[in-house]
């Protein structure tokens, strides 16, 4: 399971860096603290199906291309 945590927030990340968005940016949008982004990229926080839609709207992407 933590393997899979990992890469999501691996890929969380480099999608939120590519469209030049700070953790800051990406809270804001979700309504959410900047530690609480950045426990999602470092694999600490474990997203519910809920939050990684939410996180992918926020960022412009489709979730499944978030959790591939």
């Known amino acids: 399971m933590q393997k899979e945590v990992l890469k999501?927030?691996?890929?969380?990340?480099?999608?939120?860096l590519s469209k030049k968005l700070s953790q800051g940016n990406?809270?804001?949008?979700?309504?959410?603290?900047r530690s609480y982004i950045s426990g999602l990229e470092r694999g600490i926080r474990n997203p519910s199906l809920v939050t990684?839609?939410?996180?992918?709207k926020?960022?412009?992407v489709?979730?499944?291309?978030l959790i591939k």
């Open 8 to 16: 999501f927030g691996k890929k969380l990340r480099e999608i939120r």
């Open 26 to 33: 990406v809270a804001k949008i979700l309504g959410a603290h």
């Open 52 to 56: 990684v839609q939410k996180m992918a």
């Open 58 to 60: 926020a960022i412009g």
């Open 62 to 65: 489709s979730a499944d291309k």
